[in-house]
């Protein structure tokens, strides 16, 4: 169940507009007007295929874009209540790791490898909460104890390259975790581990939002993690928000066909072998320098008619908790098909 959201959100995200300068003459609009609340306790799975603008939602977020190529260019985004898209770098600093958390799909991208993981979370610590080393070292262990990393006492030693990968995934973790963030935000975290890991790293992160009380913004493409994780999702096509619900909607009453289809696309347990065959969506996601006029998913529908080949549909919203973006969303039924 969804936590009680009679307060204010922790995070909102309005119209945000981020923008890559490819060229002097060319720029691309990788995440175009996107808009989602993050309240405490809850988590919000934000989902879609590769290329549809979740990384750079969530750089964008973190004050992590890259440098004199991307950046903010429309909208807002507020940590409770403050906006921090116009904070200077070294205001996100005190954001980042206290406020707001990250795990990055690729642990190496925020473990530095010549240092332990013991000095990467104590430094953290020392920064934020001005600990002693001493005390920040122990905090360190503490939080390799806490994400299940066995002999913490011994690893808080090791360099990133002594540990295996799933290893290393739950150190970045404990890095994400050490002070504490109100929310976290797990890009991919587990596509890269197998089965038993990612299942175990679920589990893990479950349990500390429920030790912390943290939101958590899940990236991800795999909708059976969403099912496992997710109260509320946002599906994002071509850097765009297409539809948002609450995950029973998202799962028993998809209305926009982008959606339907990424249903589709989930291997189903305990049917027959061709029901569980994976039926990708044909096409892939247009390049943003290329995108298709009206709405940005048509030429891949099976539901297209010429309404939606002549204007972008606005995000319109059905319920006060499910928003859609389809200029047929009123008269198609995807429900049968999700069960077909
Ligand atoms: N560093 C970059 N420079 C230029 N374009 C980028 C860069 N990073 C991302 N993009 C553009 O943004 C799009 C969305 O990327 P991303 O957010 O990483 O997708 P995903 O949903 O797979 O996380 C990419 O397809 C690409 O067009
Ligand atoms: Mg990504």
């Known amino acids: 169940m969804a936590p009680e959201q009679t307060d204010a959100p922790l995070l909102e995200v309005r119209d945000l507009q981020t923008t890559f300068d490819l060229s002097k003459k060319l720029s691309v609009c990788a995440v175009d007007g996107v808009s989602f609340d993050v309240h405490a ?20 977020i973190m004050g992590l874009l890259p440098k004199d190529v991307g950046r903010v260019s429309g909208g807002s985004i507020k940590l409770h209540g403050q906006e ?19 795990i990055f799909q690729e642990p190496m991208t925020s473990l530095n490898p010549v240092h332990t ?16 080393r001493q005390k920040a070292r122990a905090r360190a262990i503490e ?22 990968g799933g290893m290393r995934q739950r150190a970045m973790i404990a890095m994400a ?3 504490e963030p109100r929310i976290l935000i797990a890009d991919e975290p587990t596509t890269a581990l197998d089965v038993t890991i990612q299942a175990q ?26 099912a496992e994780v997710a109260d509320r999702v946002v599906v994002m096509y071509a850097a765009q928000v297409v539809e948002t619900a609450s995950v029973e909607d998202i799962f028993n009453n998809p209305r926009m066909p982008y959606t339907a289809g990424l249903m589709n696309s989930i291997p189903r347990l305990g049917s027959s072998i061709n029901k569980t065959r994976l039926e990708a969506i044909p096409g892939t996601v247009p390049a943003l320098t290329s995108l ?37 969303w009123r008269e198609l039924s995807l429900s049968d098909r999700q069960a077909s």
């Not at 799975?45 to 750089?59: F, N, P, R």
């Not at 299940?148 to 006492?153: D, Q, R, S």
């Not at 030790?211 to 909708?223: E, V």
């Open 41 to 60: 306790g809850e988590t919000l799975a934000i989902v879609g295929e590769s290329g549809s603008g979740k990384s750079v939602t969530s750089l964008s």
């Open 84 to 102: 921090i898209t116009t904070l200077s770098e070294h205001e996100m600093r005190e954001i980042r790791g206290k406020e707001i958390g990250m």
């Open 201 to 226: 790293m679920l589990e893990l992160l479950d349990d500390l939002q429920k030790k912390l009380g943290m939101a958590i913004i899940f990236i991800t493409h795999d909708l059976g993690v969403v």
């Open 143 to 164: 939080m390799l104890h806490l994400v299940g990393i066995p002999e913490p006492t011994t690893r808080v030693d090791n360099y990133p390259h002594e540990m295996s």
């Open 117 to 132: 993981v013991g000095q990467q979370i104590a430094e953290m610590v020392i920064r934020h909460e001005k600990l002693s």
């Open 177 to 179: 975790l050490a002070c």
């Open 292 to 328: 298709p006029d009206g709405c940005r998913f048509h030429p891949r529908c099976a539901f297209a008619t010429d309404v939606c080949r002549a204007a972008l549909p606005p995000l319109e919203t059905a319920t006060p908790t499910h928003q859609i973006r389809c200029a047929r």
